[in-house]
């Protein structure tokens, strides 16, 4: 995984975001959402495996660009910050590979916004995407994230699990 200086990105592989959607279950037309879509990784294992119906956020904007003037014609790319957007819809399947990043080291204005919606100080930024992305969910639809060991068995992360 490519590490960037940007908050909590970690670039996932292409092989492993393939993985990631042959993991799931829904239709091929069905709404699917990728939370933090950077460089379009994501977006190219779905397109690849015939979604078509795809939305794409990201808060960087030098990100966003890169991905919209990939996926314009494909896919729809949001300018955004992912925990703060409000959409209109609720999603079939949600995928990505959030921010790994603890409360205590996100940038005031960010740690914020993440306690309003962990509604605690203690954790982490993904716990954040967690819990807003099942807000996002249809009933029966789809999360699949790629989360850190750690949230398995750390204590802040049992409300969430």
Known sequence: MMMSNKIGVVETPLEIAN???ELSTVEKKALVLDTGCGRGIFLQA??????????????????????N?????????????????????KFDLIIGNPPYVHFNQLPPEIANIVKKVIK??????????IIKS????????????????????????????
């Not at 979604?51 to 808060?59: A, K, Q, R, T």
């Not at 398995?152 to 699990?161: D, G, L, P, Q």
Request: proline content about 1%.
């Open 19 to 21: 993985l990631m959607v």
């Open 46 to 67: 779905l397109k690849n495996k015939g979604y078509e119906n795809v939305y794409g956020i990201e808060i960087d904007r030098e990100l966003y660009e890169y991905c």
């Open 69 to 89: 003037r990939s996926f314009w014609k494909d896919f729809k790319i949001i300018l955004s910050d992912f925990l703060t957007y409000t959409f209109n819809q």
């Open 120 to 129: 605690t100080s203690e954790g982490d930024i993904y716990y954040a995407f």
């Open 134 to 161: 099942i807000s996002l969910l249809r009933d029966g639809g789809e999360l699949i994230y790629i989360v850190p060991y750690h949230f398995f068995y750390n204590t802040y992360a049992k409300c969430v699990r």
